[in-house]
């Protein structure tokens, strides 16, 4: 299984962007999906989580209401909108699957990940 992780960059506070992260597993719809992000000198820290189906979405406190998650499993891919990037917002992003529906904020319950896409955010 593979998660290629992109549409990281380098963009002005205020900005947005749109991270994808495409999986090579057969059946995306099998899985819960979620995003992490560490910043510089940080412990990778969870920020969004989405079911199998895409009906329940989790976020961190720090994100709510500008980050979006979503996901199309036809296409086998999920998302992360981002709006209202601080600076604070710097970090690679990873997206990560876990081996079952059950949603997790724990990074150690997700088996496959992503190599992570750069969010840089200036001020």
């Known amino acids: 299984v593979q998660l290629q992780a992109s549409g990281g960059g380098l963009v002005q506070a205020g900005g947005s962007l749109r991270l994808s992260c495409a999986a090579s597993?057969?059946?995306?719809?099998?899985?819960?999906m979620g995003w992490f992000r560490q910043a510089p000198g940080k412990e990778r820290e969870f920020v969004a989580g989405?079911?199998?189906?895409?009906?329940?979405?989790d976020y961190a406190d720090s994100v709510k209401g500008r980050f979006t998650i979503s996901r199309d499993n036809a296409k086998k891919t999920v998302y992360l909108q981002i709006y209202s990037l601080k600076v604070e917002d710097t970090a690679v992003y990873y997206c990560a699957r876990r081996d079952t529906v059950v949603p997790s904020r724990d990074e150690y319950e997700y088996k496959y990940w992503g190599q992570g896409t750069q969010v840089t955010v200036s001020s």
């Open positions: 989405i079911n199998w189906s895409g009906t329940s979405t």
């Open positions: 597993t057969p059946i995306l719809s099998n899985y819960h």
